[in-house]
T-cell receptor
Framework: AQTVTQSQPEMSVQEAETVTLSCTYD???????LFWYKQPPSRQMILVIR??????QNATENRFSVNFQKAAKSFSLKISDSQLGDAAMYFC??????????FGAGTILRVKS | DVKVTQSSRYLVKRTGEKVFLECVQD?????MFWYRQDPGLGLRLIYF???????EKGDIPEGYSVSREKKERFSLILESASTNQTSMYLC??????????????FGSGTRLTVV
C-alpha cells in the first residue's frame, strides 16, 4: 500500500530565510506523481509544485523547489526567501495509477518576522 | 475562475441526524473525491467517483455514502451522524486519469461538528 510520511509536525523559519520540509513515501510503482499542497488558514488547498517520477530533473516554481530522490523515496520541499504569506499547513501527496491522491499528515510552517 | 464549491463552510448537527454535504464543480471534471481532514492524520479518502452514478470506496467509507446523479455534483451522506464524524470535509475534482495527474482542485471545506 502506498504511504506518505511527513516527519516534521511543525517548522519555523525567519522571514527571508530558507526552509526545507521533508517527505518520504512508499510505493511499488515506477511511474507516479508527487505533489506539495499548501493550506493557509482560509482552508483552500493550493497546489505548490508537482513532480513526475520519470523525470530526474527537480521541479521548480519560483521560490519553491523540490529535491526528488527516487531511489530513497524522498521528496523534500525547499522554500527560499520565505515570506509571511508562506505560513500554512503543507501536505505532501502521492498519486499512482487510478488518480487517487494519498496525503501525508502535514507540516505546519510558521514564518517569523 | 474555475471552482469547486462546497455548500456549507460550517455545520453543526445532532447525533443520529442524516447529514448531506454538497459539492459542485464547474470544470467538467470526470473525477470527484471526498476526503476528511483530521489533525495529525492528514487527508483520508472516503469515497470517489469516476463518472455519473459510479462510486468507489476509499480508505475510510464506513458510516458514509455518496451520490452522483449529475457530473458536476457529488454529495456525501452521513446516514446517522456520530460524534466521531466531527471533522473537516474536503471535496475535490480532477480530470480523467492521465490528464488528472496535474492534481486536484479542492473546495474550501466544510467543518462539521456533531453534538
Amino acid at each position: 500500500a502506498q504511504t506518505v510520511t511527513q516527519s516534521q509536525p511543525e517548522m519555523s523559519v525567519q522571514e527571508a530565510e530558507t526552509v526545507t520540509l521533508s517527505c518520504t513515501y512508499d510505493t511499488s510503482e515506477s511511474d507516479y506523481y508527487l505533489f506539495w499542497y499548501k493550506q493557509p488558514p482560509s482552508r483552500q488547498m493550493i497546489l505548490v509544485i508537482r513532480q513526475e517520477a520519470y523525470k530526474q530533473q527537480n521541479a521548480t516554481e519560483n521560490r519553491f523547489s523540490v529535491n526528488f530522490q527516487k531511489a530513497a523515496k524522498s521528496f523534500s520541499l525547499k522554500i527560499s526567501d520565505s515570506q509571511l504569506g508562506d505560513a500554512a499547513m503543507y501536505f505532501c501527496a502521492l498519486m499512482e495509477y487510478g488518480n487517487k491522491l494519498v496525503f501525508g499528515a502535514g507540516t505546519i510552517l510558521r514564518v517569523k518576522s | 475562475d474555475v471552482k469547486v464549491t462546497q455548500s456549507s463552510r460550517y455545520l453543526v448537527k445532532r447525533t443520529g441526524e442524516k447529514v448531506f454535504l454538497e459539492c459542485v464543480q464547474d470544470m467538467d471534471h470526470e473525477n470527484m473525491f471526498w476526503y476528511r481532514q483530521d489533525p495529525g492524520l492528514g487527508l483520508r479518502l472516503i469515497y470517489f467517483s469516476y463518472d455519473v452514478k459510479m462510486k468507489e470506496k476509499g480508505d475510510i467509507p464506513e458510516g458514509y455514502s455518496v451520490s452522483r446523479e449529475k457530473k458536476e455534483r457529488f454529495s456525501l451522506i452521513l446516514e446517522s451522524a456520530s460524534t466521531n464524524q466531527t471533522s473537516m470535509y474536503l471535496c475535490a475534482s480532477s480530470l480523467l486519469e492521465g490528464r488528472g495527474s496535474y492534481g486536484y482542485t479542492f473546495g474550501s471545506g466544510t467543518r462539521l461538528t456533531v453534538v
